[in-house]
């Protein structure tokens, strides 16, 4: 059988919850709800971020970073999703799939990276509270989150001309909602070995490495704040990193099961479902979360919002 590259193909049929038609208009109502809420969450964050004076900070410039970085990633993966979801044509066209799984995986590899900074941004306001101003200087911030952009955007690089080099033999059913690289591998008609191997490396570096100084980090945080004697000075310490290990902790937790699980065909619906999580439903729950435990951030939609005296 003559091997033919993608690039012969037209396009790729994108199965995702096809085999669910009774669950394809739910998922519809809800993604569009979930998608615009985080435009607008996400914006908001944004917003007040650069209104309000008391937010010209590094850790709210980070934060700016992260929700400009929930919208691009949404919406390179929603909007495919939901003209799919909304009738009979599941297809995506080559260059589509191309610039979807390389733009998606671009966004992911550099949000890792970029909590990774916001943990130790957190980490200097903790235990280096009177050196803060000085570690985390506008020049340093800056170059942190380029570096979070740049490096992201080249690993996805390489790692989508890798995975578009393999050939398939005519295969263009993907089953999944969006581009990505554990179901496209099945698309294969090659020994897959080593690019198994190169994803789990390339995995290894951009989730494992972020987590290990994120854990470091907080591992002096839980220090710093054991040391303080005021209940007030502590809850006001872990009130500060609260918001940013939970997001952490279920960006990172639902990305490692993705990537690290063995992959099967029996777990491919709920690998689906995890997807899902971590595409659509986390980038909406990350400006609830920093919302709903910042006083910051209330006084700042207060204050822009409602013009009130008593926070200007």
Known sequence: MEQKNGSSFTGFILLGFSDRPQLELVLFVVLLIFY????????????????????????????????????????????????????????????????????????????????????FDRYAAVCRPLHY?????????????????????????????????????????????????????????????????????????????PVSLIMFSYGRIVRAVLRIKSTTGRRKAFGTCGSHFTVVSLFFGTAIYVYFQPSSSDNQDQEKFMSLFYTVIIPMTNPLIYTLRNRDVKGAMKKVLWKDPDSR
């Open 36 to 119: 615009i809420f985080t435009l607008l969450g996400n914006t908001t964050i944004i917003a007040l971020s650069y209104l309000d004076p008391r937010l010209h900070t590094p850790m709210y410039f980070f934060l700016s970073n992260l929700s400009f970085l929930d919208m691009c990633y949404t919406t390179s993966i929603v909007p495919q999703f939901l003209f799919n979801l909304s009738g009979a044509d599941k297809s995506i066209s080559f260059g589509g799939c191309v610039v979807q799984m390389y733009i998606s995986l671009a966004l992911g590899c550099t949000e890792c990276i970029l909590l990774g900074v916001m943990a």
């Open 133 to 209: 101003t000085v570690i985390m200087h506008p020049r340093l911030c800056a170059l942190m989150a380029s570096a979070s952009w740049v490096t992201g955007f080249a690993i996805s690089l390489l790692q989508t001309v890798l995975i578009f080099l393999l050939p398939l033999c005519g295969r263009n059913k993907l089953d999944h909602f969006f581009c990505e690289i554990p179901p496209f591998l099945k698309l294969a008609c090659v020994d897959t070995t080593m690019n198994v191997y190169a994803t789990f490396f390339a995995s290894i570096i951009i989730l494992l490495t």
